[in-house]
């Protein structure tokens, strides 16, 4: 990135090269090229002069002046990276584990690089045992969590006595039957995570009707299995909390706020439309009023292609979709590059807020969008502008389907006027920025409300 710019290098020792999957361990960035045949590392470690800490060197040699690492063609293609933990508790991480089709590579990273051309540093722990999914990975303690390439969810350490002794029972014996079955089609797509003391997987893949010519159809999954990593029996054993149905994930979602974790799921719903979920201490946040979720969305400056000429205000419409309970929307206006500062701010408590009803006086629908649609009040602008940058939050269920502004005098509309949601007056205090997360990025304190 450059500044607000992504940009694609062509110089291969300034930069990275194109890939499909990446990993980052032992101060070292490990590439999957196209392909999915061949490994680089990052040389940024030994390089301290390089511009950027993200450098590569494809002239590097590696062990018999090879020029990548290349996985064994009976192990198939890459289906997956991760930095493994210290399996052994000796230091803070272990092995850069590469999983392929039809087995699994090692490549102890942790060596000093100049011996990496005299010493090979790879491995196939798991020569039989291959992964399914790139997505599925979970490190655990010092154990790794994955899918393998038949669709059962395994544990490394369990697969590596297995492979030992066949007689062992295999990992998901107990959720085995709740999700067995399907051809593997969509096994690529499973997803997993850690959160709350669980480990997720999603499971039954099922494709389903998509929403134009480009994609017919879709995958989503009926459920996830979870996987309990407090167990009250001995900890070799696995405890599984069963399966977890009520959404239907395609992906699952990570991260801290404040110092509080958190998960989420974006569901393909029966509705055909994409939605956030939170997921809960106690299995899946789906009841009948999900929690709400903040999205900020931080549309892009516009000059209205007069770059040159100082703009009035006239006019602005929001337009809003398939709202459901409790939603608040929030505005700031960012003008010629300063700060932002608050614009308005809109509640509905209506379950069917923002609803088109027919004879309706507060909501008037234009015919050719048929969405309904709110007008916040003017901007905190005090002089023309000539470039205008608006944030918008929203809280809660609903679609954000784009947002129009007018300059110049204002416009007589056929429709009249149909503002539901007229919003407050704005404020200027420095606390009323537009946070991600809802608290100020500086102080990390919860901004009181402005009024």
């Avoid at 939603?327 to 701010?345: K, M, S």
């Amino acid at each position: 990135l450059t500044g607000d710019a992504a940009v694609q290098g062509t110089d291969p020792t300034r930069g990275f090269p194109t890939g499909e999957m990446m990993a980052d361990g032992w101060g070292r960035t490990a590439v999957v090229m196209p392909g999915r045949r061949r490994i680089q590392f990052s040389d940024h470690e030994n390089d301290p002069t390089r511009d950027s800490v993200l450098s590569f060197t494809e002239d590097t040699e590696y062990f018999k002046n090879a020029r990548w690492f290349e996985i064994p063609g009976s192990l198939g293609l890459i289906t997956g990276i991760i930095f493994a933990p210290a399996l052994g508790r000796n230091g803070d991480q272990g092995p850069l584990l590469v999983f392929c089709e039809k087995g699994v590579r090692a490549y102890n990273v942790s060596l000093p690089r100049e011996t990496w051309t005299t010493v090979d540093i790879t491995s196939t722990p798991l020569p039989e045992t291959g992964g399914g999914a790139p997505n599925s990975l979970v490190a655990r303690g010092d154990d790794v969590i994955f899918t393998a390439h038949d669709g059962r969810i395994m544990s490394l350490k369990a697969a590596l006595r297995r492979d030992e002794d066949a007689r062992l029972s295999l990992f998901d014996n107990a959720v085995w039957p709740l999700y067995a079955g399907g051809d593997g089609t969509h096994l690529f797509r499973r997803w997993a995570a850690r959160h709350d003391g669980r480990t997720l997987m999603t499971v039954e893949p099922e494709r389903v009707p998509g929403n134009s010519a480009e994609e017919p159809t879709r995958v989503r999954h009926r459920g996830m299995v979870a996987l309990q990593e407090r167990p009250s029996v001995v900890r070799e054993a696995p405890v599984w909390d069963g399966l977890w149905t009520g959404i239907f994930p395609v992906c699952l979602i990570t991260g801290t706020i404040k110092g509080v974790p958190h998960c989420w799921a974006i569901s393909l719903d029966d509705d055909g439309v994409h939605r956030l979920y939170e997921l809960g201490t106690e299995g899946p946040d789906v009841g009948e009023v999900p929690r709400r979720i903040e999205t900020l969305v931080k549309l892009r400056a516009s000059d209205f292609d007069m770059p040159y000429r100082p703009k009035p205000y006239a006019s602005c419409a929001l337009r809003l979709d398939e709202v459901k309970g409790r939603v608040t929307v929030e505005g700031w206006w960012q003008q010629d590059g300063r700060a932002p500062v608050r614009w308005f701010v809109a509640n509905e408590t209506n379950d069917d807020c923002w609803r088109a009803v027919a004879g309706s006086d507060d909501i008037q629908v234009p015919a050719p969008l048929r969405l309904p649609r709110m007008n916040p009040p003017a901007p905190p602008v005090e002089r023309p502008f000539y470039e205008v940058t608006p944030w918008i939050r929203i809280t809660g269920q609903v679609s954000f389907a784009g947002m129009a502004m007018e300059t110049g005098e204002p416009k007589a509309s056929p429709d009249g006027i149909n503002t539901r949601a007229a919003g407050k007056e704005h404020c200027s205090e420095i606390h009323c920025a537009p946070a991600p997360y809802g608290y100020n990025a500086r102080t990390l304190e919860k901004p009181e409300p402005c009024l």
